[in-house]
């Protein structure tokens, strides 16, 4: 009789051991789920509310460096990335091999020229502003996060007339409160920022973009990006405008 008590109660405390496991298991899995769904409701599917193309996965068009710059802080690899990204686009011709290599280079180089002049052309309409000077760096940083190479420039505008106006040490996009020890740092930081928590999101039209970056004032805020943007000329313009060149030649 001991004998047959001892094994019911080990029996008995197994099955009460793992319908525990199960209840913590299931009650783990029931806040997950509530959790990341309170997530998707703040960002992607709310942009998708708001009108964003709907891309279950937004493809990482980014150098290698995105990998590194999103455990590490980016205000310290600003100027490394500003090198590396010129050198993949400044060289010498006769080190390709083959005509292809040769156009694609000169493709991206002309480009990379359109998309700085038509910066400058923005800033000068706003009597040259500090960031004038700066129109490679936003090339850079466009091409390096995968941005619209506008919308940078435009914020810029908005917040702070083009770097004159400055609530934070050259902080011309009004991000939080946040100093910066120079405005290619904050370029390059802001860029990060936001590939990271908009772009991926699926929040890429300026008009969406402001319920998140400029909350008070959406529709104002939007509407303003959105025709400042429009002042410059769009990549897949430029690019037809490199093609027909290079067809020319």
Same mark, same amino acid.
Not at 26 to 53: C, H, M, N, P
Not at 108 to 115: G, P, Y
Not at 153 to 174: C, D, K, M, T, V
Not at 190 to 200: E, H, N, S, T
């Given at each position: 009789?001991?004998?047959?008590?001892?094994?019911?109660?080990? =029996?008995?405390?197994?099955?009460?051991?793992?319908?525990?496991? @199960?209840?913590?298991?299931?009650?783990?899995?029931?806040?997950?789920?509530?959790?990341?769904?309170?997530?998707?409701?703040?960002?992607?599917?709310?942009?998708?509310? @708001?009108?964003?193309?709907?891309?279950?996965?937004?493809?990482?068009?980014?150098?290698?460096?995105?990998?590194?710059?999103?455990?590490?802080?980016?205000?310290?690899?600003?100027?490394?990335?500003?090198?590396?990204?010129?050198?993949?686009?400044?060289?010498?011709?006769? @080190?390709?091999?083959?005509?292809?290599?040769?156009?694609?280079?000169?493709?991206?180089?002309?480009?990379?020229? @359109?998309?700085?002049?038509?910066?400058?052309?923005?800033?000068?309409? &706003?009597?040259?502003?500090?960031?004038?000077?700066?129109?490679?760096?936003?090339?850079?940083?466009?091409?390096?996060?995968?941005?619209?190479?506008r919308l940078l420039?435009?914020?810029?505008?908005?917040?702070?007339?083009?770097?004159?106006?400055?609530?934070?040490?050259?902080?011309?996009?009004?991000?939080?409160?946040?100093?910066f020890s120079s =405005?290619?740092?904050?370029?390059?930081?802001?860029? =990060?920022?936001?590939?990271?928590? &908009?772009?991926?999101?699926?929040?890429?039209?300026?008009?969406?973009?402001?319920?998140?970056?400029?909350?008070?004032?959406?529709?104002?805020?939007?509407?303003?990006?959105?025709?400042?943007?429009?002042?410059?000329?769009?990549?897949?313009?430029?690019?037809?405008?490199?093609?027909?060149?290079?067809?020319?030649?």
């Open positions: 009789m001991i004998e047959f008590d001892t094994k019911t109660s080990k =029996f008995i405390k197994g099955i009460v051991l793992t319908v525990g496991v @199960l209840i913590a298991i299931a009650v783990l899995s029931l806040f997950t789920a509530r959790y990341l769904s309170r997530y998707k409701l703040s960002s992607y599917d709310s942009s998708e509310v @708001l009108g964003v193309t709907s891309e279950s996965n937004v493809r990482l068009d980014i150098i290698a460096h995105y990998e590194k710059m999103t455990t590490s802080k980016p205000r310290n690899f600003a100027s490394n990335i500003s090198n590396v990204a010129r050198t993949t686009t400044l060289g010498i011709i006769e @080190l390709f091999d083959g005509e292809r290599e040769k156009r694609e280079y000169l493709f991206k180089k002309r480009l990379r020229q @359109l998309k700085t002049e038509e910066i400058r052309r923005f800033y000068a309409r &706003y009597g040259y502003p500090p960031l004038y000077d700066y129109a490679e760096v936003f090339v850079d940083a466009a091409e390096i996060y995968g941005l619209d190479y420039p435009a914020i810029s505008i908005i917040e702070s007339g083009g770097g004159r106006n400055l609530f934070r040490p050259y902080n011309p996009f009004g991000w939080g409160y946040k100093s =405005f290619e740092e904050a370029i390059y930081y802001v860029a =990060f920022k936001i590939r990271r928590y &908009y772009y991926d999101l699926g929040w890429r039209e300026p008009e969406v973009i402001a319920y998140k970056y400029n909350g008070p004032t959406p529709q104002e805020w939007g509407r303003k990006a959105k025709y400042l943007v429009s002042l410059m000329r769009s990549e897949e313009t430029l690019r037809k405008i490199v093609e027909t060149e290079l067809n020319a030649r």
